[in-house]
């Protein structure tokens, strides 16, 4: 019974607070939207990975409570940005990977710790309500899209 109604608050929380992530700045912001990345820019640019640094570039598609988000992102060795998509809303953020571990910057709704684990890059940690996504996880995408 706990269970379920912890499953039930993580759910109403992540509906409250993943829509803020991707919608962009708030009105009245000084960051600009960014307009979704065309499907063909699916390549990944910038320089390979030093030796040791894992590869994180490309497409992950969201799964379970993420599944309407995707993840695109571009790598310059250990320095990583991207775009988080959900619709037709985006949200660039920038990174750091160490080892298999992807750290972003901190936003007004906090911070992701992403660790790749083969063809998943799950969500290990987060700041304030980003916690809350914590074990969830997104997936390379085979195809060059997501249909979530």
């Known amino acids: 019974m706990t269970r379920t109604i912890a499953s039930v608050l993580l ?25 979704a990345a065309p499907a063909a ?9 030093a030796a040791g640094v894992v590869a994180v570039a490309g497409l992950w598609c969201g799964s ?3 599944h309407e ?22 949200r660039r953020i920038e990174g750091r990977i160490e080892g298999n571990v992807l750290r972003t910057q901190a936003t007004k ?13 799950k969500v290990t940690d987060g700041d304030g309500p980003l916690a809350l996504v914590r074990g969830q996880v997104f997936r390379r995408s085979a195809s060059g899209a997501c249909t979530g």
């Open 11 to 35: 759910l109403a929380t992540l509906s409250a607070v993943l829509p803020a992530l991707a919608q962009g700045p708030a009105s009245g912001s000084t960051e600009p939207p960014v307009p």
């Open 41 to 49: 820019s699916a390549a990944a640019a910038g320089d390979p990975p």
């Open 64 to 66: 379970g409570p993420l």
């Open 69 to 90: 988000f995707s993840l695109r992102l571009t790598q310059r060795q250990q320095d990583v940005e991207g775009e988080l998509v959900r619709r037709d809303r985006v």
């Open 109 to 121: 709704v906090g911070a992701l710790v992403l660790e790749r684990q083969g063809d998943q890059l």
